[in-house]
């Protein structure tokens, strides 16, 4: 009552709001009237304080949201005036609240944070599209701070003019990418200087190995002067080392040569009946030494294939020697090719143990040298050279257990000139 009755007083107009029952508001205006009397004025603004009242609240929550945002955040006005922020963005910069309270130019936030990242032209990329007015497009950067932090930002115009940055730490990140990086070519230069130092040594070692192996046969000569038998007996195992030490250095020059992709196929056409027969005729003295026996088994149609014939003959004679030490005596070892639509198979297979399921992928590695069932076992290079060729060749091998007992194995050698280029590459 009392404020009506200073209404009826009042010289100016009184404002007031009138909270109704229903949750409707009503906004009051009493005019006095110069003759006398009030006359008021009222409106609904029921719908407009809603409206004010949701976008209050979704203001606070969209600065709650910035604040739990582990990156920095801050969105600038189309007049290129800072609009909003996290707490993340000033901690990341190290500035306070205060400073940005007038709302600062892009320019004043960058002279701000210039302390921290020192003269960087990837500030002046944020403000060029932070003032742009057309072609307002967006912008991905990486700042390395003078204080040795590295953030991956971005700038992001938005539909009303403005522009979005963001900025997230990710030192740690980088430092264990860069690590990895050195680590990795610490790896490479180390395997590099392994390799060059097999090839080199196994060079120079085969120098003297050959002078020794040369002395062995001339010392087996008859015009150098008889040998009694035990001399005889020794003079055969020096021969027998000396080739095994060569055949080693061989294998382990031809993997240092792989190893370092210099490995070049001479590429010709092979006879298949023709390299089974040389390939028989090289084993034909472990077959002796052992007494098992070698059947030759090529198709009619085998005809023949283009690849490198020395390869060929050293994967064939890698896989017979390993199925002969296996066989035992008075066993045979077969030796057989034949032709498919693409293909060219060639199959080992001996009257052995045969080998574990577990150890089939495992015997193609290197130095693994267990023989499976086998009466002997070298250092482990052959089958991984076997699967080193075969791979230059464009083909594959595999090894199994064969049926009715004994081990195979089969090397599937491309017809196709597009395969054998592309191992090639």
Same mark, same amino acid.
């Given at each position: 009552?009392?404020?009506?009755?200073?209404?009826?007083?009042?010289? =100016?107009?009184?404002?007031?709001?009138?909270?109704?029952?229903?949750?409707?508001?009503?906004?009051?205006?009493?005019?006095?009237?110069? =003759?006398?009397?009030?006359?008021?004025?009222?409106?609904?603004?029921?719908?407009? &304080?809603?409206?004010?009242?949701?976008?209050?609240?979704?203001?606070?929550?969209?600065? =709650?949201?910035?604040?739990?945002?582990?990156?920095?955040?801050?969105?600038?006005?189309?007049?290129?005036?800072?609009?909003?922020?996290?707490?993340?963005?000033?901690?990341?910069?190290?500035?306070?609240?205060?400073?940005?309270?007038?709302?600062?130019?892009?320019?004043?936030?960058?002279?701000?944070?210039?302390?921290?990242?020192?003269?960087?032209?990837?500030?002046?990329?944020?403000?060029?599209?932070?003032?742009?007015?057309?072609?307002?497009?967006?912008?991905?950067?990486?700042?390395?701070?003078?204080?040795?932090?590295?953030?991956?930002?971005?700038?992001?115009? $938005?539909?009303?003019?403005?522009? &979005?940055? *963001?900025?997230?730490?990710?030192?740690?990140?980088?430092?264990?990418?860069?690590?990895?990086?050195?680590?990795?070519?610490?790896?490479?230069?180390?395997?590099?200087?392994?390799?060059?130092?097999?090839?080199?040594?196994?060079?120079?070692?085969?120098?003297?190995?050959?002078?020794?192996?040369?002395?062995?046969?001339?010392?087996?000569?008859?015009?150098?002067?008889?040998?009694?038998?035990?001399?005889?007996?020794? $003079?055969?195992?020096?021969?027998?080392?000396?080739?095994?030490?060569?055949?080693?250095?061989?294998?382990?020059?031809?993997?240092?040569?792989?190893?370092?992709?210099? &490995?070049?196929?001479?590429?010709?056409?092979?006879?298949?009946? =023709? *390299?089974?027969?040389?390939?028989?005729?090289?084993?034909?003295?472990?077959?002796?030494?052992?007494?098992?026996?070698?059947?030759?088994?090529?198709?009619?149609?085998?005809?023949?294939?283009?690849?490198?014939?020395?390869?060929?003959?050293?994967? $064939?004679?890698?896989?017979?020697?390993?199925?002969?030490?296996?066989?035992?005596?008075?066993?045979?070892?077969?030796?057989?090719?034949?032709?498919?639509?693409?293909?060219?198979?060639?199959?080992?297979?001996?009257?052995?143990?045969?080998?574990?399921?577990?150890?089939?992928?495992?015997?193609?590695?290197?130095?693994?040298?267990?023989?499976?069932?086998?009466?002997?076992?070298?250092?482990?290079?052959?089958?991984?050279?076997?699967?080193?060729?075969?791979?230059?060749?464009?083909?594959?091998?595999?090894?199994?257990?064969?049926?009715?007992?004994?081990?195979?194995?089969?090397?599937?050698?491309?017809?196709?000139?597009?395969?054998?280029?592309?191992?090639?590459?």
């Amino acid at each position: 009552r009392d404020q009506l009755r200073e209404v009826y007083r009042a010289i =100016e107009p009184v404002h007031d709001w009138w909270h109704l029952p229903g949750g409707q508001m009503l906004r009051v205006v009493a005019t006095p009237s110069a =003759e006398g009397g009030v006359t008021y004025l009222f409106e609904d603004v029921s719908e407009h &304080m809603a409206l004010e009242s949701r976008y209050n609240a979704l203001i606070r929550i969209q600065g =709650e949201t910035l604040d739990g945002l582990a990156e920095a955040v801050a969105v600038f006005g189309s007049d290129g005036r800072l609009n909003l922020y996290n707490h993340a963005f000033l901690s990341l910069w190290s500035l306070s609240a205060q400073a940005l309270g007038d709302k600062p130019h892009i320019d004043a936030v960058a002279a701000m944070c210039r302390p921290v990242h020192g003269e960087s032209a990837e500030w002046a990329r944020i403000r060029t599209v932070v003032t742009a007015i057309e072609q307002r497009n967006a912008e991905l950067l990486r700042l390395e701070r003078a204080d040795g932090r590295v953030l991956d930002g971005a700038a992001q115009p $938005l539909p009303d003019g403005g522009t &979005m940055v *963001t900025f997230r730490d990710i030192t740690d990140s980088v430092k264990v990418e860069r690590a990895l990086i050195e680590r990795n070519e610490a790896l490479e230069a180390a395997d590099m200087l392994k390799n060059a130092f097999v090839g080199h040594v196994s060079y120079h070692l085969r120098t003297p190995l050959n002078t020794l192996i040369g002395y062995a046969h001339m010392l087996g000569e008859p015009g150098i002067g008889p040998l009694n038998a035990r001399q005889g007996e020794f $003079l055969d195992h020096v021969r027998q080392s000396s080739d095994t030490l060569r055949a080693l250095i061989d294998d382990i020059l031809d993997l240092a040569t792989i190893d370092a992709g210099t &490995m070049a196929l001479d590429l010709e056409d092979l006879n298949v009946s =023709e *390299t089974l027969g040389a390939v028989s005729e090289a084993v034909r003295d472990l077959l002796a030494e052992t007494g098992v026996s070698l059947a030759i088994a090529a198709a009619e149609d085998s005809g023949s294939f283009v690849a490198d014939g020395r390869r060929v003959r050293q994967i $064939l004679f890698n896989l017979l020697s390993n199925a002969i030490a296996s066989s035992p005596r008075g066993g045979t070892v077969t030796l057989s090719a034949t032709r498919a639509a693409e293909s060219l198979i060639l199959k080992v297979q001996d009257q052995g143990p045969g080998i574990p399921d577990d150890m089939a992928d495992a015997l193609f590695e290197r130095f693994e040298a267990r023989a499976a069932g086998g009466n002997r076992s070298g250092v482990g290079l052959g089958l991984s050279i076997v699967r080193s060729f075969m791979a230059l060749h464009g083909g594959t091998v595999t090894l199994a257990n064969a049926e009715g007992g004994g081990a195979v194995a089969v090397c599937i050698f491309p017809l196709s000139a597009s395969r054998r280029d592309e191992a090639a590459t």
